[in-house]
């Protein structure tokens, strides 16, 4: 079984190595580890149905930072247990490295925090699908509270 912090794992070196082993083999595995929602939303709601509208439409400016990163670095992932009418939620932070455009040093890093639920009923009863990959940046700007201490 993997864990939460394992899926990710595996998911962000699929999408490091985007065209490994063929054209577009991390966007098709990520496809296959997320809920239709999440694939909605990874592709302003146009490739949720086929794993092809999907490797052609999920190019959002926030999530293809993902795709063909320099280096990706996962936080430790938190875990709310599940209840009776849904399953565990988990959150994973991931630290991402991107290459500069001409293809040189890396020009910066930014953060994404991936959330995931446990299935509860069969046939993938236990694994874990991505609910959503949001960058951080994103995520502060609607959270409304970034942590300042500023009281004016």
């Known amino acids: 079984e993997l864990s939460p912090r394992n899926v990710v794992s595996t998911l962000c070196t699929a999408l490091q190595h985007n065209h490994l082993p063929q054209q577009n083999a991390g966007l098709r595995r990520l496809f296959e580890f997320s809920t239709f929602e999440c694939k909605s939303a990874l592709t302003s709601r146009q490739g949720a149905r086929t794993v092809e509208r999907f490797c052609k439409y999920a190019t959002s400016p926030a999530f293809i930072a993902l795709v063909n990163a320099a280096d990706v670095a ?49 046939p993938l009863a236990g694994c874990w699908l ?9 995520y502060y700007l609607f959270n409304g509270d970034t942590g300042s201490t500023t009281t004016d």
């Open 130 to 138: 991505v609910r959503e990959v949001l960058a951080m940046e994103e």
């Open 74 to 122: 996962l936080e430790e992932s938190t875990i709310i247990d599940g209840t009776e009418t849904r399953g565990a939620i988990a959150t994973v932070i991931a630290s991402v490295r991107t290459w500069s455009a001409d293809g040189g040093e890396e020009e910066h890093t930014r953060k994404f925090r991936w959330l995931l639920q446990q299935e509860r009923r069969p």
